[in-house]
């Protein structure tokens, strides 16, 4: 059977989680993340159902050799070869054009019976300002325009705000002009960091204002889900501003899904989950489990 291959690429603005959102996916940590701009190029990610196929092959601009890790070559320096120039010091990290990754996703897997084959590709965030954003808004803006075959566009939930403006050299405006040609093209929006809208939710006057114990965590579920509603109405509003009629608008919180679907744990990042898993617990009862993985979770990735 041949399968088509459909070109999925993930895209965001700096810190908006992209890679932890990615590295959810895989429920490990195998790209790097941080509250910087960390990715330099694109990553074109391949799952499928192949025993012994976790490998990462990487091309190079300035005539190095093509370099291939294995299993646990990838575990270890795959993070240092997808990163900026200026964040590493060793030569042999510097230079990457491209990086084909094999590894298998937590949950979405090419099977040979499947007639589509997903490949996900990872992107460079494109309003990096440093001496890479003129590259790295290249790279996403040829993506979106002439790669990709549907998008998955990461929200920061604190910075939904400050991007909800469409310029002819942004996201929004890349995606808008991708539409205008093909009109079928889709988008899923997604807020990440939804986990900080609790603390938005614990501000609102019910809540603050409540006597007991009782009667706050009554408020805060009968409260539940506002901040959330709203960040959901605004990409909604702007996506129905450049073409999208019936946006689709998810939310998660990519770093408590990566630590959910981790079968190896720190005792720090244990700790944490466990920690905001109370909150579910104190507030939902008995069905805590399933408000918790609703909370957090794309079942589709």
């Given at each position: 059977?041949?399968?088509?291959?459909?070109?999925?690429?993930?895209?965001?603005?700096?810190?908006?989680?992209?890679?932890?959102?990615?590295?959810?996916?895989?429920g490990?940590d195998?790209l790097?993340?941080?509250?910087?701009a960390?990715?330099?190029?694109?990553?074109?990610?391949?799952?499928d159902?192949?025993p012994?196929?976790n490998?990462a092959?990487?091309?190079?601009?300035?005539?190095?050799?093509?370099?291939?890790?294995?299993?646990?070559?990838?575990?270890?320096?795959l993070?240092?070869?997808a990163?900026?120039?200026?964040l590493?010091?060793?030569?042999?990290?510097?230079?990457?054009?491209?990086?084909?990754?094999?590894?298998q996703?937590?949950?979405l897997?090419?099977?040979?019976?499947?007639?589509?084959?997903f490949?996900?590709?990872?992107?460079?965030?494109p309003?990096?300002?440093?001496?890479?954003g003129?590259?790295?808004?290249?790279?996403?803006?040829?993506?979106?325009?002439?790669?990709a075959?549907?998008?998955?566009?990461?929200?920061?939930?604190?910075?939904?705000?400050?991007?909800?403006?469409?310029?002819?050299?942004?996201?929004?405006?890349?995606?808008?002009?991708?539409?205008?040609?093909?009109?079928k093209?889709?988008?899923?929006?997604?807020?990440n960091k939804?986990?900080?809208?609790?603390?938005?939710n614990?501000k609102?006057?019910?809540?603050?204002?409540?006597k007991?114990?009782?009667?706050?965590?009554?408020?805060?579920?009968?409260?539940?889900?506002y901040?959330?509603?709203?960040?959901?109405?605004?990409?909604?509003?702007m996506?129905?501003?450049?073409?999208?009629?019936?946006s689709?608008?998810f939310?998660?919180s990519?770093?408590?899904?990566?630590?959910?679907?981790?079968?190896?744990?720190?005792?720090?990042?244990k700790?944490?989950?466990?920690?905001?898993?109370?909150?579910?617990?104190?507030?939902?009862?008995?069905d805590?489990?399933?408000?918790f993985?609703?909370?957090?979770?794309?079942?589709?990735?």
């Open positions: 059977m041949n399968q088509k291959e459909i070109n999925i690429a993930i895209v965001a603005n700096m810190s908006a989680g992209k890679s932890t959102f990615i590295n959810a996916m895989f490990d195998i790097p993340s941080s509250s910087q960390t990715t330099d190029c694109p990553i074109y990610i391949y799952s159902d192949k012994n196929s490998i092959v990487i091309e190079f601009s300035d005539n190095k050799d093509t370099k291939v890790l294995n299993n646990e070559s990838v575990k270890k320096d993070k240092k070869y990163k900026k120039d200026s590493v010091d060793d030569d042999k990290y510097k230079a990457v054009e491209k990086i084909d990754l094999y590894w996703f937590y949950r897997i090419n099977k040979k019976s499947n007639n589509d084959y490949v996900i590709i990872d992107t460079p965030g309003n990096n300002r440093d001496e890479y003129e590259k790295h808004n290249s790279i996403t803006k040829n993506i979106i325009l002439n790669e075959d549907m998008l998955l566009y990461i929200f920061d939930y604190t910075q939904i705000d400050a991007n909800l403006e469409v310029t002819q050299n942004n996201i929004w405006g890349w995606i808008e002009k991708r539409k205008k040609i093909n009109k093209f889709d988008v899923y929006f997604i807020i939804i986990d900080k809208a609790l603390d938005d614990n609102l006057p019910a809540v603050v204002n409540s007991t114990e009782e009667e706050y965590l009554l408020n805060l579920q009968t409260n539940w889900f901040h959330e509603q709203k960040a959901i109405n605004k990409i909604k509003l996506a129905e501003k450049i073409g999208f009629n019936s689709c608008v939310v998660t990519s770093e408590y899904q990566k630590l959910n679907r981790m079968k190896k744990l720190s005792f720090k990042d700790k944490k989950l466990c920690a905001f898993q109370e909150i579910f617990q104190e507030v939902f009862k008995d805590w489990t399933n408000k993985n609703e909370y957090i979770e794309l079942s589709w990735i």
